[in-house]
Structure formats: structure tokens, C-alpha cells
């Protein structure tokens, strides 16, 4: 923090909300719970902590729980340190291996976090009362590190209450040995609120021991949304290109859409839209596009507002609708894009001349559009347009000459001026011919 430094890469829209209740969570020592609806980025925030440990840290070498070689807690180190002195050998690990992550399904099983007793160990000629029978659990191999519990609600109550001394205590007992082991670790918890009454509960004792219970939220801003498009569609390709141009203004769409899938109160709010359901779209928008420039040869392929309405069917399963809405999902989403696609019409192009557009319907001309047409026949059948410089500039396409780019800005025109009713459109299989 004295540096400046980033503690948190990656995170967007949290820098004024949840990360400063999180530095003090972390600073007072605290174990977090973080809540929110699902897709607000808990998973990703909780593996940015990492980041806080030290790069290298000693630990013996063979030791199941990552003993500190200079104050060793399991008996075996013990055992090493007495016998071996200043000879215990040491392994220096690395910050990635000192986190663990468990997803909190019903079947989790106490030895799964804190540990059990080891029949192979026994088999070995081990006694039953030998401490080093146990096979400890994800817990305990996390010590000196950070452990993240993912949906802690659905995990089963009678388990939930295993962690109680963890939180509090800071020690474990495996079954019905005399064994008090101190553990120094961080343990972050991730949650929906509706799991609270839906899945499940976290039992009122372990949620007092958490330090802090913080509330995440989606991006609050359209910045924040299109910044977290860009970011996550982005590392899901490979080496950040998905082999085909993805037009800003498009990406305003999508972002835009989102929000207003969020606010749409035929969505149940309760469930929440996720931020992957604006990544999702972004990448399917682009794939589209590839798969045009793969179909009609196209070399450099530039998505357009034709490869917008193709992936809505696959995009409806990542909504929850309200009941009332059943049968018309896909009507609420086409009504949404079409607002969407309005508002970033309005706030790009809203104030620019379109007259060298419109010249070209004044004879009753149209222009048919298709998501395998290539730019250069839909720029064929659009002609010479005066002022789309102007355009392309308004578009943050200034200084690009590609025909894709070109045809992805008239084509948005020509879907802005249906929207705006200065034009008509028949809606054809896979495109759209515009008319007056």
C-alpha cells in the first residue's frame, strides 16, 4: 500500500466498494467471508490474496502441513528436529503452493478438511495411537497459507461445525486422538446470499467467528463492465486474439445489454446475471465473426451488429427468468438488445450527420445484410457513402481502412436509423434487408 502497488490485479470495479473493506479485513487478521450473487468475481478476488505472500518461505521438506523449520507442530518434524538438529532438511516453496481451494459440496466429509486416520500408515505397523497415523485434510495441508471454501453454505451443517476451532482456536483434533495442532492460516469463504434459504445455511456459530462478512456487487459503471469484457474475453483466447476484430461500439452494446438484463424485472433479481453472460456474449460475438471469415474468405473478419442476434439463443440458458416469463425468454432478450443497440446508437452516432446513409434508400433502394455476407459485397451493395469517414471517427474507428471496419460501421448506422424508425427492416433468415 505505501508503494502504490496493484495488491489486487485483475479486479475491476471494486477499487472505491469491497477492496478497502478487504485491506482491513487482511491487516487486522481477520478470516473473510466474502457474499454476493453469482459471477461478481469472489472466486477471482480471493486468489488475488496470493499475491500477498511472501515469494518463498522455508518449510521441512516431506511435511504434510508445511512446518515452519524453526518451530515445527507435527509430531514427525518434532521427531526430525530432536534427531537432526540444524541438519533438518529444508524445502523453500513457492507463494502459488501455499493456497487451497475446496468447493463446499454436500458430500465433503470432515476428513476431507481436517484429516482421518491413514489405513495404509497403519497397515505400515504404525499403532492406532501413533499421531503419525493421521492423513491430515485440505485444511491443515493449507498451514502457512490461505485456504478458500467456495459456497460454504452448501456445505452440511454437522461439517460446518468442524471448522468452529479452526476459526477460533486456531487447532484441530482428528477423531479421538489427544492432538492439538496450531495452525496459522487465512481461511476466505465465498457465498450466495439466496443460499442462506435456497441450498442452505451457514450455522450461526461459524459466522460469528468470521472477522468480516463483506458484500461484493457487479460492476457498477458501464467503464467497469466494459473493462471487465475486454479483460476476461481476452484471457479466454489464445494469446488474447480471437481472430477477429471486436468494434468497440459493439462492445458498448453488449455491456449495455447486460445492465439491462440485470434491471429487467422480467429477470429474477434474486438470482442475479452474472458478469460471464457479457464475457460469454463477447466471445461468441467474435467467434461468429471468424466463422464468416472462415465460410466467405474473408482475411481479417470484423464483427458486425449481424452477429449480435445469432448468439442469444445460446446465451438465454445463463438467465433465470421470473415465472410469469416462461415462453417468452427469448422475446425479453431480443427487446433488450434492441435497447441496448438504441442507447449506443444514441451516444456514438446520436448527433452525427447521417444524410450520406439515408441518400442511398431515397429512390426506394434497400441493402440486404447477412452474417455470411463478406464486407466487400455488403459494402458493394451499401455504394460510395459521403460522411463515413465522420462515422468510422465517431466509432473510434479513425484511421482504419479495412473493408470489415468500414461494414461494421454502416451496417451499425443502418440498425441505429431502424431503431431511431428513420428506416424499416424485414428480418430475413441469418441478416436483414433495410428500406424506407
Known amino acids: 500500500m505505501r508503494a502504490g502497488d496493484d495488491a489486487f490485479p485483475g479486479i475491476i470495479g471494486f477499487g472505491e466498494t469491497v477492496l478497502p473493506h478487504l485491506e482491513r479485513a487482511i491487516i487486522a487478521g481477520h478470516d473473510v467471508i466474502l457474499l454476493g450473487e453469482r459471477g461478481q468475481g469472489k472466486t477471482r478476488l480471493i486468489r488475488t490474496l496470493t499475491g500477498l505472500l511472501d515469494e518463498w518461505t522455508p518449510a521441512v521438506t516431506g511435511c504434510e502441513i508445511n512446518d515452519h523449520p524453526y518451530v515445527p507442530v507435527c509430531a514427525r518434524c518434532q521427531r526430525l528436529a530432536t534427531e537432526q538438529g540444524d541438519e533438518l532438511p529444508i524445502s523453500w516453496r513457492p507463494r502459488g503452493d501455499r493456497y487451497g481451494e475446496k468447493l463446499a459440496t454436500p458430500d465433503t466429509s470432515v476428513g476431507d478438511l481436517i484429516g482421518d486416520i491413514d489405513p495404509v500408515k497403519v497397515a505400515e505397523g504404525r499403532t492406532l495411537g501413533d499421531p503419525e497415523t493421521i492423513h ?28 468452529l476451532n479452526v476459526l477460533e482456536e486456531r487447532d484441530i483434533g482428528v477423531r479421538g486422538y489427544a492432538l492439538r495442532l496450531p495452525l496459522d492460516l487465512v481461511l476466505v469463504a465465498s457465498a450466495n446470499p439466496e443460499d442462506y434459504t435456497n441450498r442452505g445455511r451457514i450455522i450461526t456459530p461459524l459466522k460469528d467467528r468470521f472477522g468480516a462478512e463483506i458484500r461484493t456487487h457487479y460492476p457498477l459503471s458501464l467503464e467497469a463492465e466494459l473493462a471487465l469484457i475486454d479483460q476476461e474475453s481476452r484471457l479466454a483466447w489464445p494469446g488474447g486474439d480471437p481472430g477477429a476484430t471486436l468494434p468497440v461500439h459493439l462492445m458498448q452494446v453488449m455491456a449495455r445489454f447486460t445492465r439491462l438484463v440485470r434491471a429487467s424485472p422480467a429477470v429474477d433479481s434474486r438470482s442475479g446475471v452474472s458478469a460471464r453472460f457479457a464475457i460469454a456474449a463477447a466471445e ?7 466463422r464468416r471469415g472462415a465460410i466467405s474468405g474473408e482475411d481479417e473478419p470484423v464483427a458486425r451488429v449481424c452477429d449480435l442476434a445469432a ?18 425468454e427469448q422475446e425479453v432478450l431480443e427487446h433488450l438488445l434492441r435497447r441496448a443497440t438504441a442507447d449506443t446508437f444514441r451516444a456514438a452516432l446520436g448527433s452525427t450527420d447521417l444524410t450520406g446513409v ?10 440486404e445484410t447477412a452474417d455470411l455476407m463478406p464486407a466487400t459485397e455488403l459494402l458493394r451493395r451499401i455504394g460510395e457513402v459521403s460522411g463515413l469517414a465522420k462515422i468510422m471517427e465517431r466509432l473510434q ?11 461494421a460501421a454502416l451496417e451499425f448506422a443502418l440498425e441505429g436509423l431502424y431503431l431511431m424508425r428513420r428506416l424499416s427492416k424485414d428480418a430475413v433468415d441469418g441478416g436483414a434487408i433495410y428500406r424506407t
Open 136 to 163: 491430515f485434510g485440505l485444511l491443515p495441508r493449507t498451514n502457512r497459507g490461505i485456504f478458500c471454501l467456495n459456497e460454504l453454505p452448501d456445505l452440511a451443517e454437522r461439517i460446518q461445525v468442524s471448522l
Open 284 to 290: 461468441a460475438v467474435a467467434a461468429s465473426a471468424v
Open 311 to 328: 448468439v442469444l439463443s445460446t446465451l438465454r440458458g445463463k438467465v433465470e427468468f421470473e415465472v410469469s416469463e416462461e415462453g417468452r
Open 358 to 367: 439515408l441518400a442511398r434508400f431515397e429512390d426506394g433502394g434497400l441493402v
Open 397 to 407: 474507428m479513425a484511421g482504419t481502412e479495412s473493408p470489415g471496419q468500414a461494414a
